[in-house]
């Protein structure tokens, strides 16, 4: 390819997508419009953002993946999160890095306090371009301190190196990872709407402190707490939505693809959507 890009994908990133699951097409001319617009995924049916079709030739990956084995539909469309369980401390939407992570590290506005051994806050560089949002901590999360720490994340660390972006890097190719709630629901259960709702402020300053070129959410609890919304990500994905003014793509949560690895296709779309956007 005459025109390299951050397309051109090293060795390490074509392993990367093998272990994904991921084959990549290369184009021998530039993308059609109409393959850009695959890229994108199908058209909203409601009003988020569109995305800017990207400037140059990206590997292209069919959407051959299995349908989602079918599930009982809950009823889904737009939330307003309930009120805050608790009021949390003066100025969380005003506080720097150490004092926002220390609040959080004592925070008692929910009862995940309870049994908490340690709140799980972020990684990653704190100016990144790329912030990673997923829904919860797990056990080893909790004994870690570090979001995405078990075999999702090591899925999720692939998925992001093929993308050239890591949580151990600085600068352009860094990324910042955290969780829409802060501390591990016990037993593993699904954070609730106020669990969620006490949380958002954190998530909403980490944000702000951030300042990211783009936010990829991870998991409908994530979607939940930043979009507001109980739709699927099924029907979310391909589509650029915003929050704080930062633009926002949605895609599988990497427990998800572990259990359906036919979906790291549209996974990989969703990461080539959101670095085209980034890019933009
Ligand atoms: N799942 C998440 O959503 N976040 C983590 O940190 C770990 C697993």
Not at 44 to 51: G, L, R, S, T, Y
Not at 137 to 150: I, L, R, S, V
Not at 162 to 168: N, Y
Request: glycine share 8%; aromatic share 6%.
């Amino acid at each position: 390819m005459s025109d390299p890009t951050r397309f051109d994908l090293d060795d390490r990133q074509r392993a990367m997508l093998a272990e994904m699951g991921v084959r990549v097409w290369w184009p021998a001319t530039p993308v059609a419009p109409a393959a850009q617009a695959r890229l994108a995924g199908p058209a909203p049916e409601a009003a988020p953002v569109q995305a800017t079709a990207p400037a140059a030739a990206p590997a292209v990956v069919p959407f051959e993946a299995a349908a989602l084995p079918p599930r009982a539909a809950p009823a889904a469309g737009p939330v307003t999160l309930p009120v805050p369980i608790r009021p949390l401390a003066e100025g969380v939407d005003r506080m720097e890095w150490t004092a926002l992570q220390e609040t959080a590290a004592a925070c008692q506005a929910c009862d995940l306090c309870a049994q908490r051994q340690q709140s799980v806050f972020g990684v990653g560089d704190r100016h990144a371009p790329w912030m990673v949002i997923g829904d919860a901590p797990g056990q080893e999360e909790e004994q870690t301190g570090e979001p995405f720490a078990g075999q999702s994340g090591q899925l999720l660390d692939n998925m992001l190196q093929a993308v050239g972006l890591s949580r151990k890097a600085k600068g352009e190719s860094g990324v910042y990872i955290t969780n829409a709630i802060k501390c591990r629901p016990p037993g593993n259960h699904n954070p609730t709407a106020p669990e969620l709702a006490t949380c958002a402020p954190y998530l909403a300053r980490q944000v702000a402190l951030v300042q990211p070129q783009i936010i990829l959410l991870m998991g409908r609890f994530a979607l939940q707490s930043v979009l507001q919304t109980t739709e699927p990500i099924g029907k979310l994905r391909g589509q650029v939505h915003r929050y704080q003014g930062v633009p926002v793509v949605v895609t599988y949560h990497p427990d998800y693809l572990l259990r359906n690895p036919a979906d790291k296709a549209k996974a990989w779309a969703d990461l080539v959507l959101a670095l085209t956007t980034a890019q933009g």
